[in-house]
């Protein structure tokens, strides 16, 4: 039996894109060599950030805007919370010149993007965010930006819903089985695995930070970057009504290289906060996957230490977790090099999550239309095409 499509890498992007098909046919399936969700690859930690005016590029905004429906809707068909609205904090000085993702102006963009696509928030200056935020600790002339609609998303939740939704669609799924060549046919693809051999009329790679294996020996090779990050959960000593999500939402200040989340975890459970970092590219079956007290001393010194009010040195919980980076942030989403029977989305560079529901409609679309109402020029691999050999 030929299969409509085959989803290999069922992350993020992977359940997206395998329920998103699974609306349209059941002759579909999805493989992966754990079982999501896990925590090896880019998606686990409890909690992602979504917001909507997107300081990465408003070529973002549509598939920020589109997926907020998906995780609503999901929300209807399953019973299950997935996307919880606390307000977002983004702070930062108006004239930074902080690049981030190599980039520049990214609160600029985020108020820009607001004010293009309506969306709902307000400008705060420093006194403002010291009277409503006593929680940080703010420098002279740094401004806010707050969204009302922004928030966090569950990510592990939002991967099984998807892929329940999908096994309920008539899908089938594979877990515990890794894909380990594909290859072109008349009619499609072949697909083999550890397990099985399977053929498709399309295939979907949506393997995370494994996806440079399959790039190995196309003009991409070099394209991708895999880098460790870790997240913490540091202890909170002043009063835990202050950090809860009715009083302080998901923040990213911008110009210091801090993000987080409010405490949802009780009063022994932590403030979620992390950075970025991309000193060494690493790759996903050799990855440090151990926290060390030094790493996590220098956290608190550098990042929280200055910046929160009532957050203590102890770490209650640290975890591992990887980026996969294209050169200036964008996604890929496009076929394989000159494969029209393979598609391909590397939707991360830290920032993906909140775009992954949209992103598996486009997949899906492509797969069984071959087109999708989004604009998806920005992520196509030509875009990259300086990176390319
Ligand atoms: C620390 C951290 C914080 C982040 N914070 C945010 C945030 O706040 N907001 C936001 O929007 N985004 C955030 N992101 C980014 C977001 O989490 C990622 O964009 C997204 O999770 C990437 O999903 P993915 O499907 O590409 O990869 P993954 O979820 O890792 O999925 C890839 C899957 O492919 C499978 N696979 C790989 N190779 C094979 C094979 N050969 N055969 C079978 N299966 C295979 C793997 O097992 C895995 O399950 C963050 C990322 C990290 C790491």
Same mark, same amino acid.
């Given at each position: 039996m030929i299969l409509d499509a085959i989803v290999t890498g069922l992350g993020a992007m992977g359940s997206a894109a395998l329920y998103q098909l699974s609306r349209q046919t059941p002759n579909v399936a999805g493989i992966d060599q754990f079982d999501p969700?896990?925590?090896?690859?880019?998606? +686990?930690?409890?909690?992602?950030?979504?917001?909507?005016?997107?300081?990465?590029?408003? +070529?973002?905004?549509?598939?920020?805007?589109?997926?907020?429906?998906?995780?609503?809707?999901?929300?209807?068909?399953?019973?299950?919370?997935?996307?919880?609205?606390?307000?977002?904090?983004?702070?930062?000085?108006?004239?930074? $010149?902080?690049?981030?993702?190599?980039? $520049?102006?990214?609160?600029?963009?985020?108020?820009?993007?607001?004010?293009?696509?309506g969306i709902d928030h307000r400008i705060l200056d420093t006194e403002t965010l010291r009277q409503e935020f006593?929680?940080?600790?703010?420098?002279?002339?740094?401004?806010?930006?707050?969204e009302q609609e922004a928030g966090f998303l569950k990510?592990?939740?939002?991967?099984?819903?998807?892929?329940?939704?999908?096994?309920?669609?008539?899908?089938?799924? +594979?877990?515990?089985?890794?894909?380990?060549?594909?290859?072109?046919?008349?009619?499609?693809?072949?697909?083999?695995?550890?397990?099985?051999t399977y053929q498709t009329r399309k295939l979907i790679l949506t393997t995370g930070s494994w996806i440079t294996e399959s790039l190995r020996n196309t003009p991409c090779a070099?394209?991708?970057?895999?880098?460790?990050?870790?997240?913490?959960?540091f202890d909170i000593q002043g009063e835990y009504d202050q950090f809860t999500p009715d009083k302080l939402p998901i923040f990213i200040l911008n110009d210091r290289g801090v993000y987080?989340?409010?405490?949802?975890?009780?009063?022994?459970?932590?403030?979620?906060?992390?950075t970025e970092t991309f000193e060494h590219t690493t790759l996903p079956?050799?990855?440090?996957?151990?926290?060390?007290?030094?790493?996590?001393?220098?956290?608190?010194?550098?990042?929280?230490?200055?910046?929160?009010?009532?957050?203590?040195?102890s770490c209650v919980k640290s975890v591992v977790c990887l980026y996969t980076m294209t050169p200036n942030g964008d996604f890929i989403i496009d076929h394989y090099p000159n494969n029209p029977d393979v598609l391909l989305a590397s939707?991360?560079?830290? +920032?993906?999550?909140?775009?992954?529901?949209?992103?598996g409609q486009i997949l899906s679309d492509l797969a069984l239309q071959g087109r999708t109402e989004f604009d998806i020029k920005p992520f196509q691999l030509t875009n990259f095409s300086s990176f390319t050999t």
């Open positions: 969700p896990h925590t090896l690859g880019s998606t +686990h930690g409890d909690t992602r950030i979504t917001r909507q005016a997107i300081g990465e590029g408003l +070529h973002f905004v549509p598939l920020t805007l589109r997926s907020y429906q998906i995780w609503r809707a999901l929300e209807q068909l399953s019973g299950e919370e997935l996307l919880t609205i606390t307000g977002g904090l983004f702070v930062g000085q108006r004239d930074s $010149s902080v690049r981030t993702r190599n980039k $520049s102006g990214w609160l600029t963009t985020t108020i820009e993007a607001a004010e293009r696509f006593p929680q940080f600790q703010f420098q002279p002339n740094e401004v806010g930006y707050y990510p592990e939740r939002c991967i099984a819903v998807q892929l329940d939704q999908a096994r309920k669609n008539g899908a089938s799924v +594979h877990t515990q089985e890794r894909m380990v060549s594909f290859e072109s046919t008349v009619d499609g693809v072949i697909v083999r695995t550890d397990k099985a070099d394209l991708l970057r895999v880098y460790r990050q870790v997240l913490y959960w987080g989340f409010p405490a949802i975890n009780g009063p022994e459970g932590g403030l979620k906060v992390a079956d050799d990855v440090n996957r151990t926290v060390s007290n030094l790493e996590i001393q220098k956290m608190y010194e550098q990042y929280v230490a200055p910046n929160f009010v009532g957050i203590g040195p939707a991360c560079s830290g +920032h993906g999550f909140k775009h992954s529901a949209a992103v």
